[in-house]
């Protein structure tokens, strides 16, 4: 790992960010998810685990940072299951196909890499099955929580598969919001209706 | 195109078949599904038009060929709507998991390189736009019929990434006629109930 350390100046908070980041992507891509350690991440860039807490906290927070999310996942969670219970589906929707499928958004690109290298599918599906469907699945008061979950999240990544990645006319070329409303009553029915299932 | 024809011995149907075959493949992942045609395939493969008609049927039945599908597509989309209306969500469901969904099947083959190879990602999208959803859209008799099958589709392809591709495990280790059960009403409702879409 070259990360050109030649020009640090010790103390500089943004060059210490950096080399954080850097050690931290190379270490999820390495080991996966779950057997990633912020100390381990801390040795590799030469400072203290304590200030890799302090710049970024948890272990998931550096993951999202380090892949460049644009929110910080529990707040997300949490905001979106706060909100009016009835238009539940409606706001993970809206969030999915606007944060999450669009063109070049890194999470779309963690997307694309999963499909093809198996480093990259195991460090997705550790974080969706230790943060993403943990977090939200404590949220949820019905038997398969975390079922009901991962079939939300595999609409939403299909969805984004056809209009992003393949880019199916039918819904590349569709309004976001008509979008969002289409599939809104699925997401809500998954996730508060009790025969969803069958 | 290396197609080794030295050996070939003129009117062996099985070495004229293999021809038209890599030819075929070869044009479609050139040029897409929409501008590939038998006459510059057959050309390629140095056969007759007319026997490429005769031994593979329609452009479809070539692609479908050439790509090993384990099926005959409108063949299949009929059987498919052909029975009861009442378990047409879980005949649809049943065949993507347990014909498509199969780790090592040439669509998932296909679906991966869509994700990393715009040439694939296009013959795919032409396939889907001009054969799929066109043929099965004829048979669905409510309003948005191509956009309630391709969200049917992206969410099929959806449960295909998370259970095959990324391998998240309460998808993977599931029992398929499970999985099947727990996604057949939803399809069901995509294609028969008029206020799915909101």
Redesign the interface.
């Known amino acids: 790992m070259s990360r050109g350390r030649k020009g640090r100046r010790p103390g500089d908070p943004e060059v210490t960010k950096r080399a954080v980041l850097a050690a931290a992507k190379a270490n999820f891509a390495a080991v996966g998810f779950d057997r990633a350690t912020i100390r381990a991440i801390a040795a590799d860039a030469a400072v203290d685990p304590a200030l890799v807490h302090h710049y970024f906290g948890s272990k998931q927070d550096l993951f999202a940072a380090a892949h460049d999310f644009p929110v910080n996942v529990d707040e997300l969670i949490d905001s979106i299951f706060a909100g009016p219970a009835a238009e539940l589906g409606e706001r993970l929707a809206r969030f999915y196909l606007t944060v999450l499928a669009v063109p070049g958004s890194p999470p779309l690109s963690l ?2 890499a ?3 290298h198996e480093s990259a ?1 195991r460090m ?2 550790e974080f ?2 230790d943060v993403l ?1 943990d977090n939200a699945a404590s949220l949820i008061d019905l038997p ?1 929580a ?2 009901r979950l ?2 939300v ?7 984004v ?3 992003n ?7 590349a070329e ?1 309004d976001v919001e008509r979008l969002v ?6 997401i809500q ?2 996730l508060t209706d009790p ?4």
């Open positions: 997307i694309r999963a499909t093809t599918a997705l599906r969706i099955e469907l398969d975390r079922l991962a079939l999240g595999s609409h939403m990544i299909g969805v598969f056809a209009r990645l393949v880019g199916i006319a039918d819904m569709m409303a289409a599939v809104a009553p699925t029915r998954y025969t969803a299932l069958g």
